[in-house]
Structure formats: structure tokens, C-alpha cells
């Protein structure tokens, strides 16, 4: 049997999963109700409304992928000094929590933050005013931080792993000290981990909708929202398609810079 036949499945499934509504993305995006082209729905996206919701998005999806990057580097060096028996462990306890549904991860966090939740009741415990939590833009760097920190750790951990100790020993005998080691090799040989962990948090923290529909009360639109309400609320898929494929390039963006950085697949191989 020809062993090119093995590959008719994938084949059919990229096609009907991926390069076919991708294609009717484009269409909807270019063409209006009457089906003509028009760039419209591209330039929509630079309305007073939509542009706040996009730089918004923006800027709430480089806080939360800094802060995932800020404690997640160190819980990486933790876990590669653990060694593989340890290390293991502890990846497997971390991320334990994402064989729950997302919805659910995220309605619990809604749980937590909201006026009459958890938090508020131990401050009212503790005869402490009650804190604004949910309903802000903290909240939702808070749940966008909670679901997407495993993306950032493990392909961090994945780079930081494969170094070879004996490296990091040579630079040690040469007289580095231990900031001078983690500049000079720790930190440039990670660079592959980090760049993936960055694009593979940004991308869903920048479209999501879920996160900031529960933990925003749908008072803070970011633009994901915006691209929802159009496909379900107004029916207009036209205008959502074309800000979809405004989003796209900050995929593109993403994948140009694994391409650059991670040629190797070094930081997405777990």
C-alpha cells in the first residue's frame, strides 16, 4: 500500500478544520452582505470603538504575558534543579489544575472575586472593608495570568532542562559568578522557551472572550468580545471576519518570531 495514502486523513481533517473556515474567513472578511469586496471590515477596526477595545486587549495581554513571564522563569529554574524525577512531579501537580474545563476554571476565580465571594468573606471575617475585585481590568489580567501560566513554564522548563550542566560548571571555573552565569548562559540559551511561551500566552490572552465576559461582567470589552457580540448578537459576520483577520496578524507576528527564534522547535517540543 502507498504510504502516502497514511497521510489522506490528516490531510482531510486540516481541510475541514482548518484551511476551509479559514477560507470562509477571508471571504467574509473581504465581501459585504450583497457579497462585493469591500475593505471596510478590515478598516473597521479603526472606529473609536473598536480601536479602544484593541489597544485595551493589547495592553491587558502584555501585562498578563510579563507577569506570567516574571514568575514562571523562576518556578523554571526550581523545576530544573529538582531534575527530572522531582521536576517531573511538580509539572505534573502545576498543571493537574488544566484537565478542568476552562469555563469552569474561570466561574471559579468569578466565585472568588465577587462582591459576596471568598476573598470579600474573609476580609469581612477579619473586620476589613471589602475589596472592588471583580468587574476590572485586574480581574481579568488575574484569570487571563491563571489559565495561561502553564503555557509559559513548560516550554521554558522544556530549554532549561536540555542544558548541559557541564556548561554551566565550565563558566563557573572560569570565575562567573552565579547573576554572571544566568546572563550570559542561562538566560541566552533559554531564549527559544521564553519567545514560545510568550507568543503561546499573548495569542489566546489578546483573543480571549470567556475570560473577560465573567471576570469583567461584560462592562470591559476587549476585542475578542467585540468579534463575539458580532457573530452571535448581530449577525454580522462579515464585520466579525474582518476583525478577525485584523487579529491574524498578530498570529502571523507570533509565528514569524518562533520561526526566528525557536528554528528548532526547541521551546514547543514538551
Given amino acids: 500500500m502507498n504510504k502516502k495514502l497514511l497521510s489522506g486523513p490528516y ?15 477571508v471571504y467574509y472578511g473581504m465581501t459585504d452582505r450583497t457579497g462585493a469586496f469591500t475593505m471596510e471590515n478590515l478598516m ?38 529538582k531534575g527530572n524525577r522531582g521536576g517531573g512531579f511538580i509539572v505534573f501537580i502545576f498543571i493537574l489544575p488544566m484537565w478542568m ?21 474573609i476580609l469581612s471575617f477579619l473586620h476589613l472593608p471589602p475589596q472592588n475585585l471583580i468587574n476590572t481590568p485586574a480581574a481579568i ?4 495570568v491563571y489559565n495561561f501560566m502553564p503555557f509559559m513554564v513548560l516550554p521554558v522548563y522544556n530549554v532549561l532542562s536540555k542544558i548541559d550542566d557541564n556548561t554551566i560548571n565550565a563558566a ?3 570565575g562567573a559568578n552565579s547573576l554572571q552565569t544566568f546572563w550570559h548562559i542561562l538566560l541566552p540559551l533559554s531564549i527559544p522557551g521564553i519567545i514560545s511561551g510568550i507568543n503561546m500566552v499573548f495569542v489566546p490572552a ?3 472572550f470567556v475570560i473577560s465576559n465573567l471576570l469583567g461582567g461584560s462592562k470591559i470589552l476587549l476585542v475578542g468580545n467585540v468579534i ?22 498578530f498570529i ?19
Avoid at 514569524?256 to 514538551?270: M, P, R, S, V
Fill in 44 to 81: 473597521a477596526i479603526a472606529t473609536a470603538e473598536h480601536a479602544k477595545a484593541l489597544w485595551l486587549s493589547l495592553g491587558l495581554s502584555l501585562i498578563a504575558t510579563a507577569l506570567c513571564l516574571l514568575l514562571a522563569y523562576p518556578l523554571a529554574m526550581i523545576l530544573r534543579l
Fill in 141 to 144: 489580567i488575574l484569570g487571563m
Fill in 11 to 25: 490531510i482531510l481533517w486540516m481541510a475541514g478544520f482548518t484551511i476551509i473556515p479559514l477560507a470562509l474567513i
Fill in 252 to 270: 502571523l507576528i507570533s509565528m514569524a518570531l518562533i520561526a526566528k527564534y525557536d528554528k528548532n522547535g526547541e521551546g514547543t517540543a514538551f
Fill in 206 to 208: 489578546l483573543t480571549t
Fill in 101 to 121: 474545563n476552562f469555563l469552569l476554571r474561570t466561574l471559579a476565580w468569578q466565585t472568588l472575586l465577587e462582591k459576596g465571594g471568598v476573598i470579600n468573606g
Fill in 228 to 249: 463575539e457580540q458580532e457573530f452571535t448578537k448581530g449577525s454580522n459576520w462579515h464585520l466579525g471576519s474582518g476583525l478577525s483577520l485584523v487579529l491574524m496578524v
Fill in 172 to 174: 563557573k571555573d572560569l
